[in-house]
């Protein structure tokens, strides 16, 4: 196509259906009020003066089938698409024209949708030195609220339309699926039409009472060699191709639409009043300026393909069987047919695209891979360290209670204390000076000798006191021991042993005695202390890393409690039992209840902040549930007062009605066109009218929904309160 032909529409004859069949076999032939011809549609020739005629770029009769309609019109556009070019098809036309099995086709007859996805993957693959990344979404617009169709009906919820900073338009949250062949394309069309709407009338018994806009989000670029990385850097090109199958317009007194239907067809008829309209201004060179596609969420959507950056194919559809619904949606076709669309190839940045973001996306996965293994690999060692540092712990421990075990064998008491018996009176055979030898020093000789050292037997004389010995000296024979000497003399075969002893029972219980042993008793209860404090970090180490670290550390204490309940055990001596509770009260057991009261205090804690948390939860999303409503009562009292307009304007029609019929009285008759648009304009305000009920009955409930909702958002933060 080019610029000039960048829309092309084209009028498709629908054959006559079973209910026009079974009316003509019971009364006279159906009269038929057009023909047609390859691409001009005429009026059939009544006798009247007057005769319409339409052309257009091609008109399929009703013997023609789907196929080669979209051969010779679809296909090419299809194809553009796959170049770079945004591409739209949609269907226009009366309700029960045929329009949906144009699109989507019937029975083993495939419609221009699922030809056009098929058609797709095979110019792909004729593109060898391109990669592509295709993307799908399967859109709804009823009464004018725009839904996802390939999402779950439990999980569906109203879309926003929106507008890039690029002027592009976009809609919000809608899913985007990843698909590589036809068959995946076709499984989500297939999910969306399960989730759409219809309804039957009288007019026809599957009626589509929404639009629906399938979309194809195409990104090329050239392929990239991994060798020598040649384009690896080239620009990314993304097309767009939209696929709409627009609902029929219709009359309630043709369809006999009440209730829900009514309004669906209010909708239907305004937005495409609206579509009507836009592509009129499009048209009219006298018209020039802003053209306003935000009264409908349809015009919206398609803003770029109504006179903007994208090629269109109109497909008209229409029955021979009626004249003023085949007539409006002629004059649709011809008035689109001026339509002029400014097409061109859109390349972006490699930033920009999804394809470049799928690689940097991966590039940054490899990354944080790497970091969490590197993570796990700091958690490892650390859980080593940690490990080491535990078995340090009981190493240091046992040493400790090792050490405590010898200094208490080391404590002197009563039970211990060895008694000195006298030693029986002797006498010595030996005689002359050397008898004196055995009588205490008289200087130099103190003979102190410590209790807590070992002292030697050997007895070695003094030799200034030897000195004043003399040979004159006379043994005296009634010479006896004393009877409590200082010294105990042995006699054996190699010479004379003395064993002294350096104090008295009586002074092992010293004051300078107690004092060391008060000293020694205070180092000892400092070291218990250090030993608890190392045993505080550890712990405080532990509750840093992860559960299992946790685990790890229950087991260690376990087992140390299993070890200090078997020492207790083991003991067997009085001043064990007495030691080891006086030792664990001032060190060990001092961390122990209050490591158990921490972690339960820290439990409690986690509670209180979950129950918080998801308290503020509540809340948060009670006030969110609130402004929507508010929202929704802002956009209804809108409505209620575009319908006061919109009733006074039905005021102003009937008075211009009624000024009509008294120009019809006085100039004998009126234009056709003129009544036509009067009485669809009279229709649409009724509708209009019967809506506007409908929309108060809502804003009440939506009222005392909000009012539910107020208390509960005071009832929240009451709760918010209490837990703060």
Not at 386 to 396: F, H, M, P, R
Not at 406 to 413: F, R
Not at 459 to 481: M, V, Y
């Amino acid at each position: 196509m080019t610029e000039e032909s960048a829309v092309k529409v084209c009028v498709r004859v629908r054959p006559l259906i079973a209910r026009e069949q079974s009316s003509a076999e019971t009364t006279e032939p159906v009269q038929l009020f057009w023909k047609a011809d390859d691409k001009s549609i005429h009026l059939i020739d009544d006798g009247s003066s007057t005769s319409k005629s339409f052309c257009f770029d091609r008109v399929f009769t009703a013997e023609e089938t789907t196929n080669h309609l979209y051969q010779s019109i679809a296909k090419p556009l299809v194809v553009s698409t796959v170049q770079g070019y945004n591409g739209t098809i949609f269907a226009y036309g009366q309700t029960s024209s045929g329009k949906t099995f144009t699109m989507m086709g019937g029975g083993h007859i495939p419609g221009v949708i699922p030809l056009a996805v098929e058609d797709v993957f095979q110019t792909i693959k004729n593109c060898p030195k391109k990669e592509f990344l295709l993307r799908v979404s399967y859109m709804e617009i009823y009464n004018e609220t725009v839904t996802d169709l390939l999402v779950d009906t439990w999980k569906r919820k109203p879309l926003e339309v929106r507008e890039t900073i690029n002027k592009n338009i976009f809609v919000a949250d809608l899913t985007e699926e990843m698909v590589t062949n036809p068959a995946q394309a076709l499984s989500w069309i297939s999910k969306g039409e399960k989730n759409r709407h219809y309804g039957k009338t009288k007019m026809n018994q599957r009626s589509s009472r929404s639009h629906t806009i399938f979309r194809m989000i195409l990104e090329s670029r050239e392929r990239s060699d991994p060798a020598s990385g040649e384009n690896a850097d080239g620009a990314i090109i993304v097309s767009h191709l939209n696929l709409v199958d627009l609902a029929g317009s219709e009359r309630a007194s043709q369809t006999g639409a009440e209730g829900a239907r009514l309004k669906e067809g209010c909708n239907i008829n305004r937005s495409l009043f609206t579509l009507g309209q836009v592509i009129k201004k499009l048209t009219d060179e006298n018209q020039k300026g802003f053209t306003n596609y935000r009264d409908s969420k349809l015009t919206r959507i398609l803003q770029n393909s109504l006179g903007g950056n994208a090629k269109t194919v109109i497909i008209c559809t229409i029955t021979p069987a009626t004249l003023d619904e085949t007539l409006s949606t002629l004059q649709f076709a011809s008035t689109a047919k001026k339509m002029k669309n400014d097409p061109h190839v859109t390349e972006v940045s490699d930033d920009g695209a999804l394809l470049k973001r799928y690689r940097n996306e991966i590039v940054d996965l490899k990354r944080r891979l790497h970091e969490v293994s590197s993570v796990t690999q700091t958690a490892a060692t650390e859980k080593k360290v940690l490990s080491q540092l535990l078995q340090e712990k009981d190493q240091l421990q046992r040493e400790q209670e090792d050490r405590i075990k010898n200094l208490t064998k080391l404590l002197v008491t009563s039970s211990n204390l060895v008694p000195f018996k006298k030693l029986p009176k002797r006498r010595v055979t030996w005689g002359g000076p050397m008898l004196r030898l055995a009588q205490p020093p008289a200087c130099g000789g103190s003979g102190d000798l410590s209790f807590a050292e070992p002292f030697s037997k050997k007895w070695k004389p003094d030799r200034s006191c030897l000195s004043e010995l003399g040979e004159e000296d006379e043994f005296d024979s009634n010479w006896e021991i004393p009877e409590e000497p200082s010294d105990v003399l042995e006699m054996s075969e190699n010479g004379v042993t003395v064993r002294s002893f350096e104090e008295s029972p009586k002074d092992l219980f010293s004051p300078d005695r107690l004092h060391e042993l008060t000293g020694q008793v205070s180092k000892l209860e400092f070291l218990l202390e250090m030993e608890s404090q190392q045993k505080k970090e550890a712990m405080t180490r532990v509750d840093e890393l992860n559960e299992r670290l946790m685990e790890l550390e229950q087991q260690l204490q376990s087992e140390a409690q299993q070890k200090r309940e078997a020492l207790e055990k083991n003991q067997s001596s009085e001043q064990r039992e007495e030691l080891e509770p006086q030792l664990r009260s001032e060190g060990l057991d001092k961390t122990h209840p209050s490591e158990q009261r921490a972690a339960e205090l820290e439990i409690l804690l986690k509670s209180e902040a979950q129950q918080k948390h998801e308290a503020l939860e509540k809340i948060h999303s009670s006030e969110q549930r609130a402004a929507e409503l508010e929202l929704q009562l802002q956009s209804e009292a809108q409505q209620k007062h575009e319908a006061t307009d919109k009733a006074e304007l039905l005021l102003r029609v009937a008075e211009l009605e009624r000024q009509l019929s008294e120009r019809r009285s006085s100039e004998g008759g009126a234009d056709e066109q003129v009544r036509r648009d009067f009485a669809e304009t009279i229709q649409l305000c009724e509708t209009l009218a019967s809506e506007k009920d409908l929309m108060v009955t809502e804003r009440d409930y939506l009222k005392q929904e909000l009012g539910m909702f107020l208390e509960q958002i005071g009832k929240l933060e009451k709760e918010n309160a209490l837990l703060s």
